[in-house]
């Protein structure tokens, strides 16, 4: 009796504690581990021997070659002859910033170069990710996603963005398996943000997509950049509007520039002959130098890295190829870089598989921001480096400064429902003609690789990354597919839906609007300077 009453004792304490223990293991849902897939010089270059940072280019070299170019420079401009600003300058250029990065002939690295790895989970790297003071660009998408599923749940892949993106394939799929075994997972979520795009259509070319949950574009390079494909067939032009917009774009969290930069640009545009005149010199100086820079920067540096011709896109890939490497030159180079581009032009059926066999695919892109002004493909809208067209798969997209005709209809209208027309209310973006309208979100005046902390554009991103149903455009009125991002108080406003016509003012070019936000990003600064 007494054993038996032991054993109903230890029976019934079994029981309670199983019971005490069932809501745990309901609440304790599993996590599908996420990676994020960087860009290019989301981390330092480092030298392999000396431990060394190399790029970026650090202030007190590029300030040497400047305090260097100073004389030469003089020299030119006295005798009128800017081939001596060449002479004596451009080697000088390339071996204090670019030659340490550089590859030879076959696209290997002229120095034994390395960068930060991240193989363990996020919540190991406290200091370089998850304390990090960056607010906004990859790692800010690591600390978003962190605070969402839980830093040991996130893992961030870094690697030398001068190679072929499939030179890292093969590293990605061990790291992949790897996060798997660690987190006893049947699948991951790939987060591939800017060059990272890249790399992970350059995976599913060669594993495809098994074990991946979902795939959540940011703003990617997959298609390439406009902009290195007009670098390196050498179209350059020069505008000084755009040089004063761009300018404007990257000092938006500096009010006393913002109004500076304001003013000066509304004074050339009232004064179109000092414009013209300006813009002429410009040109006459590219024009004069743009050929040596070509050869002895340009070919020696950018030009040889493989990683580099991976953002070279379709429509300019056979002729800057034939221009830099005429008669077949460096064919294990062009072999490399060949491979890559096979990938490139097949990107959208490489995400259409992913999706058939069950990944759920999302994209994300930005615009309303002016290009690189050193193209005549400059007033493309982008993210301030990524073209919105090429970031979203197609989507037809107005020029900078302009809206899609008053009579524009969706080009490619893929979805039933007639109401979905995928136009953004203020008449920028035609969404319809990307590769999966259904499945791409574009947010304005979010830069590049943006997200930031604490914003709407990062609980969007949160939401694609984390949500185990399928999303679409229409599945949730808080982030539908064209939104505004406020640069001040990150507030997503939604341009989907509404009435579709111009604005009278645009507040990316009217000079009147230009100072009345001045004057209401000052009083901002004022209140939080009371309120701390």
């Known amino acids: 009796m007494k054993h038996t009453n032991r054993l109903l004792a230890f029976a019934l304490a079994l029981l309670l504690l199983c019971a005490a223990l069932a809501p745990c293991a309901a609440a304790a849902e599993p996590?599908?581990?996420?990676?994020?897939?960087?860009?290019?010089?989301?981390?330092?270059?480092?030298?392999?021997?000396?431990?060394?940072?190399?790029?970026?280019?650090?202030?007190?070299?590029?300030?040497?070659?400047?305090?260097?170019?100073?004389?030469p420079t003089a020299k030119a401009i006295v005798k009128r002859d800017l081939d001596i600003l060449a002479d004596e300058s451009f080697d000088d250029v390339y071996n204090t910033l670019f030659e340490i990065v550089s590859c030879d002939e076959t696209g290997a690295p002229l120095h034994p170069i390395d960068t930060v790895q991240f193989p363990q989970s996020a919540d190991h790297?406290?200091?370089?990710?998850?304390?990090?003071?960056?607010?906004?660009?990859?790692?800010?998408?690591?600390?978003?996603?962190?605070?969402?599923?839980?830093?040991?749940?996130?893992?961030?892949?870094?690697?030398?963005?001068?190679?072929?993106?499939?030179?890292?394939?093969?590293?990605?799929?061990?790291f992949i398996e790897r996060v798997k075994t660690e987190q006893h997972a049947a699948k991951v979520t790939l987060v591939p943000c800017s060059m990272g795009g890249t790399v992970v259509n350059s995976y599913l070319a060669r594993y495809g997509s098994e074990g991946i949950a979902r795939i959540v574009y940011c703003l990617v390079a997959s298609k390439g950049i406009d902009l290195v494909?007009?670098?390196?067939?050498?179209?350059?032009?020069?505008?000084?509007?755009?040089?004063?917009?761009?300018?404007?774009?990257?000092?938006?969290?500096?009010?006393?520039?913002?109004?500076?930069?304001?003013?000066?640009?509304?004074?050339?545009?009232?004064?179109?002959?000092?414009?013209?005149?300006?813009?002429?010199?410009?040109?006459?100086?590219?024009e004069k130098t743009s050929e040596r820079a070509y050869r002895d920067i340009l070919l020696r540096s950018f030009a040889s890295m493989p990683g580099l011709w991976a953002f070279v896109p379709d429509d300019y890939y056979e002729a800057d190829k034939a221009r830099m490497f005429p008669d077949g030159a460096n064919p294990v180079f062009l072999e490399k870089i060949d491979a890559y581009h096979a990938v490139q032009v097949q990107s959208e059926a490489l995400m259409q598989r992913a999706i058939d066999s069950g990944t759920a695919v999302y994209v994300t892109a930005a615009y309303g921001f002016v290009g690189f002004p050193v193209t005549n493909k400059a007033y493309t809208q982008g993210d301030c480096l990524i073209e919105t067209h090429n970031a979203?798969?197609?989507?037809?997209?107005?020029?900078?400064?302009?809206?899609?005709?008053?009579?524009y209809a969706p080009q490619n209208p893929v979805c039933a429902d007639p109401a979905h027309d995928h136009i953004s209310d203020d008449r920028i973006?035609?969404?319809?003609?990307?590769?999966?309208?259904?499945?791409?979100?574009?947010?304005?005046?979010?830069?590049?690789?943006?997200?930031?902390?604490?914003?709407?554009?990062?609980?969007?991103?949160?939401?694609?990354?984390?949500?185990?149903?399928?999303l679409t455009v229409q599945s949730d009125e808080r982030f539908p597919q064209f939104t505004d991002l406020d640069p001040v108080t990150g507030k997503l406003t939604s341009l989907t839906g509404g009435e579709k016509k111009a604005r009278l003012f645009d507040r990316e070019s009217n000079l009147f609007i230009r100072f009345c936000k001045f004057f209401v990003d000052l009083w901002h600064k004022v209140q939080s300077l009371f309120q701390k």
């Open 392 to 407: 979203s798969f197609g989507a037809t997209v107005a020029p900078y400064g302009q809206t899609l005709p008053a009579d």
């Open 229 to 286: 494909g007009e670098l390196f067939g050498q179209n350059i032009e020069i505008d000084l509007n755009v040089l004063l917009e761009r300018l404007f774009n990257f000092e938006n969290g500096n009010i006393a520039l913002q109004a500076l930069l304001g003013a000066l640009k509304g004074s050339f545009e009232l004064n179109p002959l000092l414009t013209k005149a300006v813009n002429k010199l410009l040109q006459t100086v590219l």
């Open 125 to 174: 790297y406290e200091d370089l990710l998850l304390q990090s003071e960056q607010t906004e660009d990859e790692v800010a998408v690591v600390k978003t996603l962190a605070a969402a599923v839980g830093a040991q749940h996130v893992y961030f892949f870094n690697y030398d963005w001068r190679l072929s993106p499939q030179e890292h394939v093969d590293d990605l799929h061990a």
């Open 429 to 470: 973006v035609d969404a319809s003609t990307c590769a999966f309208p259904e499945q791409t979100w574009f947010i304005k005046h979010m830069k590049h690789v943006g997200f930031p902390v604490g914003s709407g554009a990062a609980e969007l991103l949160t939401r694609l990354v984390t949500s185990e149903e399928a």
């Open 31 to 71: 996590v599908t581990p996420v990676i994020v897939v960087s860009g290019m010089n989301s981390f330092p270059l480092y030298d392999g021997e000396t431990g060394e940072q190399v790029w970026g280019p650090k202030a007190k070299d590029i300030l040497g070659v400047v305090g260097r170019a100073l004389l």
